[in-house]
C-alpha cells in the first residue's frame, strides 16, 4: 500500500529491492536510480516506459510514485 509522500527510495526499500536489483530488473543503471531517488526531478526527466518499468517493479503505479 502507498502513502502519502512515499519516494522513490521507500518504494524500493518496501519492495525488499537494492538499487542495483531494482536497475536489473528495469534495463537501467544503479547510477541511475540513484539519481531518480535523490531528485525526483530526475524521475520526471526519464521516459514513461522506464517510470512504467520502475512501478512494476516496484509493485505500484506510476501514480503512486508521482503521486506519493
Not at 17 to 39: C, F, M, W
Not at 51 to 65: E, H, M, Q, S, Y
Amino acid at each position: 500500500m502507498v502513502r502519502e509522500k512515499d519516494t522513490l527510495k521507500v518504494l524500493r526499500v518496501r519492495a525488499n529491492l537494492t538499487q542495483k536489483q531494482l536497475a536489473a530488473k528495469v534495463g537501467n543503471t544503479p547510477r541511475s536510480i540513484g539519481l531518480y531517488e535523490a531528485d525526483v526531478n530526475n524521475l520526471r526527466k526519464a521516459d514513461y516506459l522506464t517510470i512504467d518499468k520502475i512501478a512494476k517493479a516496484l509493485g505500484v503505479t506510476v501514480n503512486d510514485i508521482f503521486l506519493g
